[in-house]
């Protein structure tokens, strides 16, 4: 991987759903906030239905939140950079956005309103039109129940008014390319869809054996055209609790094991047979390497989220002046935290494993 010394800066990253992601910048822009394609979350497939029929015990997910539903989401991102003898930076980004679900005959609409944005570079907040632009942003997505818990065609209302808002904050100059298709708001759109469909309506109506480990492939984008291919391991465990202080034991944790090791590789390309072709077209970045993991706590009954907690180390190469080659460590930690109407007031949040 070969980048300018100036391509080091970060930038910020917007996806409505998953909020924002710190990544890098051209020059021209190093100290702006531009927009890109983010990571979205890996879809696993469980049990096809018709076995799951005849199969006892399993676990059924199901997007089916009750009507009226109101909650709070807040998402706190901190990414550190390791640079070796060329230094460190730490960027964080923080979120707090409030959703109300509406049912309509088996359908749903989804109101989310951004009420703060945050973010800040070595302990230093950071000012920015992007930020100011978003705050009160109300965007609509209407949920279809064919299949139930995905966004419908065009189904995402408030993306023009998004998509102006942005360019009203651009720095002077025409921005790339990359930024100029980026903000069209049909692609912002199609990324949006994508989002909320691996973190909702890839998991309606699938099934999963308690404990069972199933594999899929994933990908870390460094750079488009430029990303890490690694092995996932997911797997279901039941009987967990939603939120802290609560008895009830009906929520269940998906964890996601991540890593580059050839063999969690291997076992995850020869499950993920639709990715496996474009997995040997494209390879992975030499010496890249990523461990880490994610949990989630959901109501499989309603897919409610009450926790999520990501943490990945990504090691990678990067060239820089006069073709020398540094060792990049990245650190990145993202989590999601939920207050639903129902919950008793006061009652701490339980999500993810505490390390």
């Not at 309509?104 to 309103?113: F, I, K, N, R």
């Not at 990678?316 to 990049?328: A, K, Q, T, W």
Request: some cysteine; glycine content about 10%; hydrophobic content about 35%.
């Amino acid at each position: 991987m070969r980048l300018a010394p100036e391509r080091m800066k970060p930038r910020l990253t917007w996806t409505l759903q998953a909020v924002c992601l710190l990544l890098f910048t051209p020059a021209a822009w190093a100290d702006e906030f531009s927009f890109d394609e983010s990571e979205s979350l890996p879809i696993v497939r469980g049990e096809n239905e018709s076995s799951a029929r005849d199969a006892g015990g399993l676990i059924e997910i199901r997007y089916n939140p009750p009507d009226g539903l109101q909650f709070e989401e807040r998402v706190n991102r901190v990414v550190g950079s390791d640079y070796g003898e060329r230094g460190m930076r730490i960027d964080t980004f923080s979120a707090v956005n409030h959703q109300k679900v509406r049912k309509m005959d088996g359908a749903y609409e989804v109101l989310m309103t951004i009420q703060r944005l945050g973010a800040s570079l070595n302990g230093k907040p950071l000012q920015n039109p992007f930020l100011e632009a978003m705050k009160g942003v109300k965007l609509v997505y209407r949920i279809g129940d064919a299949p139930g818990g995905h966004v419908m065609a065009h189904g995402i209302s408030g993306i023009d008014k998004v998509a102006e808002n942005l360019r009203a904050g651009l720095p002077k100059g025409k921005p790339p390319p990359v930024e100029e298709e980026a903000l069209q708001s049909e692609i912002m759109e199609k990324r949006e869809m994508t989002d909320w469909n691996a973190r909702y309506g890839s998991w309606h109506n699938q099934y999963f054996v308690p404990g069972k480990v199933y594999y899929q492939i994933g990908t870390y984008t460094l750079e488009p055209g430029l990303f890490i291919r690694y092995g996932i391991a997911a797997k279901v465990v039941p009987g967990v609790s939603c939120h802290g202080g609560d008895s009830e034991q009906s929520c269940i944790r998906i964890r996601y094991d991540l890593g580059t090791e050839p063999e969690l590789v291997e076992k995850a390309r020869k499950a993920s047979i639709r990715h496996a072709m474009e997995f040997l077209k494209h390879g992975d970045v030499v010496g890249g390497q990523i461990e880490g993991y994610m949990e989630r706590t959901i109501d499989p009954r309603t897919l409610m989220i009450y926790g999520e907690l990501h943490k990945k180390t990504i090691l990678f190469p990067l060239s820089v002046d006069e073709g020398e080659v540094i060792r990049v460590r990245r650190i990145e930690r993202v989590e999601y935290t939920y207050r639903y109407d129902h919950m008793p007031s006061g009652l701490s949040q339980v999500a993810s494993s505490p390390n």
